[in-house]
């Protein structure tokens, strides 16, 4: 069964939104550990609308379990993580108008430019996934920048509304995660997963690491963080 990572962005979000000390998203990453999840997740974006240095420096402190960064491939996040050495840096598309991470990175075209990015992240130890869709050209693009991981973008299929379409995509998704491992790469997915579809997801052998983040979050904002993240973890675990 994958493993549960938590992004605790929208925590960031929420004490944002005052300027304020609290919530603290590094209080939410122990609690969240304490309940089971077995890494988390903090993008640090350029435009620093949520997550913050103060944030990742103190995540890399106490995080027990496997701290993810999640960045664009620029050379200020690149110097962050190769002086924060988080242990995994997860390379996403970035734009300053949206909401949250609308697609998967272009690979295919960048080959060249990302395994350069890449080779100075593992030079510091992280290890590097690519969050790009489930697309055979991209996944193949991945292997050859020298990815050590794969995060499947799983938005078309948690965005499908009628069921023929969702069947679809979990289609390709399973496809994709299936050619990833037979090319060496590790495979995570993610985005827009939540506690009615993700058990499509969960229940497809290839992947090891579901990582989610708002779902859990809103639950928590109404049960808690430590009974939110028990029951996505029981639903990942569902056979």
């Known amino acids: 069964m994958p493993r549960l990572s938590v992004n605790i962005d929208h925590i960031a979000t929420v004490r944002q ?3 304020g000390a609290e ?3 590094v209080a939410a990453a122990v609690l969240a550990e304490l309940a089971g999840a077995e890494g988390i997740i903090a993008h640090l974006r350029e435009d620093r609308r949520h997550v913050q240095d103060r944030d990742l420096r103190m995540l890399r402190e106490v995080v027990r379990t496997k701290l993810n960064m999640e ?3 620029t050379g200020e996040m690149q110097r962050i993580a190769r ?5 995994f840096s997860t390379l996403v598309p970035e734009k300053r108008e949206e909401l949250t991470t609308e697609g998967g990175l272009e690979v295919a ?3 060249e430019f990302l395994r350069s990015f890449i080779g100075a992240l593992k030079d510091a130890g992280i290890i590097v996934s ?5 697309d055979e050209q991209q996944i193949a693009a991945s292997k050859k920048a020298g990815a050590d991981w ?4 799983t938005g078309a299929y948690a965005n499908a509304a009628r069921e023929k379409d969702r069947e679809r995509e979990l289609a390709k998704i399973a496809d994709a995660a299936k050619l990833a491992a037979s090319l060496g790469l590790r495979v995570g997915a993610g985005h827009g997963l ?3 579809n993700v058990p499509g997801v969960a229940g497809i052998p290839e992947v090891e690491e579901m990582n989610i983040g708002h779902s859990i979050i809103a639950r928590a904002a109404l049960v808690g963080i430590d009974r939110a993240v028990r029951e996505m973890i029981g639903l990942i675990n569902v056979k």
């Open 83 to 87: 002086e924060v050495k988080p242990d």
């Open 109 to 111: 075209s960048r080959v």
């Open 23 to 25: 919530p603290d998203p």
């Open 71 to 73: 960045m664009a491939a």
């Open 130 to 134: 690519l969050f790009v869709d489930p």
């Open 17 to 19: 939104a005052r300027r």
């Open 194 to 196: 939540n506690y009615v």
């Open 150 to 153: 794969v995060e499947i973008h």
